[in-house]
């Protein structure tokens, strides 16, 4: 936001309050509680708008346990509102066990269907599509009698996705099983396969194959469809979990390919932000072995829907300098973007985690609607644009020069560098 008082200058909209809430305390405050606007520009869904609320917790000389044990009860105290007492200690996933058996770090626990992995069985098949470095199947109890258009159509499914296709083999009411991949199968693999992914005749069984994480993100989609295609949900049913044990970074290509930004120049980016603890486990090796360091970080998932998610953070200036480090955050560009954070971190600062809610996600559950803009007073469209003014739009000639953008601050020519917008 340009500062109409200092032209050329800029305010930043914060995502969240995540740096102050830990000066906070590091300064001695010990517990933070704020219902706290955000902002951030993302694509759109039906769970995300703009701007939005969360309900932001921070809390000094905490673990893991003791910031999940509050987030619980004020789970309970928000569902007594609607008459269903949610039943706690509620269950832990870890992130890799999610992804194997739901296909997504966001489960919904109200139906089974779960994924079935199938690399082993395929290791030495002549099916080219199949030897791959994983091999995945789910399975659409009855959906062998679904008619060639709406084969057709899943194939559509899997493209607005990323993929190319979706495999499919169709089991007959006498156990034979039918469909272009069952040609390509061996006697062996035939015979074996509806026993392995537990499939019965009348059902149809999906299959992606691919690199491990787009495919079970495939097949978790495909799940989920599948689900609302034959009503298995109860709309009336609550199932929480908490997923826990994220990994701490990830390619950072990978980030980019989804719509995210790759904080830092690295090859690695953090999965949560960069603020976030490494468990202890991965402590010695974060920074040597990216790809198998696990964050200290939890999320809690309702019906398929993350309303809430934190991490113990990092309260260490070498192990800060360390994460910025992996991403391609040199000790220089650290201290000039972050150094009041750093700088803080050396005079002691204490153990400390929160965990923040989205109030929008949470009201739209507790109201039963399946879109937070039902629930915010002005929202913006799907397509992110304000219907009463049409923002985002441009701004004209008088507006550009009244509010400074195209000036050359002072302060920073004097400084011989650009001002930090």
């Not at 200058?9 to 995502?15: E, G, I, N």
């Not at 969360?54 to 789970?75: K, P």
Request: net charge negative; charged share 25%; hydrophobic share 40%.
């Amino acid at each position: 936001m340009p500062a109409r008082l200092q032209p050329g200058s800029f305010y930043a909209l914060p995502q969240s309050p995540q740096l102050f809430k830990q000066l906070l305390m590091v300064a001695g405050m010990e517990r933070y509680y704020q219902i706290a606007r955000c902002y951030r520009d993302e694509d759109f869904r039906a769970d995300r708008q703009p701007e939005f609320t969360q309900l932001d917790i921070e809390m000094s000389f905490v673990d893991q346990d003791d910031v999940i044990a509050l987030a619980e009860e004020i789970l309970v105290a928000l569902w007594d509102l609607i008459g269903y007492r949610v039943p706690t200690p509620i269950d832990r996933i870890t992130y890799a066990e999610a992804m194997r058996r739901y296909g997504s770090d966001k489960p919904d626990l109200r139906f089974g269907l779960e994924l079935v992995e199938c690399t082993d069985y395929f290791s030495e098949t002549s099916f080219r599509v199949f030897q791959a470095p994983y091999v995945g199947a789910v399975v659409m109890p009855g959906g062998a009698d679904q008619p060639r258009r709406t084969l057709d159509g899943w194939q559509e499914f899997a493209k607005q996705r990323g993929h190319k296709g979706l495999a499919y083999v169709l089991v007959g009411e006498d156990g034979t099983l039918g469909g272009p991949v069952a040609k390509n199968l061996s006697d062996a693999e035939r015979d074996g396969l509806a026993a392995h992914v537990g499939a019965n005749p009348g059902d149809c069984i999906f299959f992606s194959a691919g690199a491990a994480k787009s495919s079970r993100a495939l097949l978790g989609s495909v799940r989920g469809e599948v689900a609302q295609r034959l009503g298995l949900i109860d709309p009336d049913a609550w199932a929480f979990t908490w997923v826990v044990d994220a990994p701490l970074f990830e390619p950072a290509d990978d980030a980019t390919a989804a719509g995210d930004v790759a904080v830092g120049s690295g090859a690695w980016t953090a999965v949560h932000h960069a603020f976030t603890s490494p468990k202890p486990e991965s402590e010695n090796t974060f920074d040597t072995d990216p790809g198998s360091a696990l964050a200290y970080a939890y999320d809690i998932v309702c019906n398929g829907h993350e309303i809430g998610g934190g991490s113990i953070r990092i309260h260490r200036r070498d192990i800060q300098e360390r994460v910025f480090q992996v991403m391609g955050i040199s000790n220089e560009d650290a201290q000039e973007k972050f150094g009041f954070l750093l700088d803080a971190f050396a005079f002691g600062a204490p153990p400390h985690g929160g965990i923040a809610f989205g109030w929008d996600r949470v009201t739209a559950l507790l109201a039963g609607t399946s879109s937070i803009r039902e629930v915010i007073a002005f929202p913006k469209s799907g397509g992110g644009v304000d219907p009463l003014t049409d923002a985002p739009a441009p701004i004209t000639a008088a507006q550009r020069k009244e509010s400074g953008i195209d000036a050359k601050p002072e302060k920073a020519e004097k400084a011989g560098k650009p001002a930090d917008a």
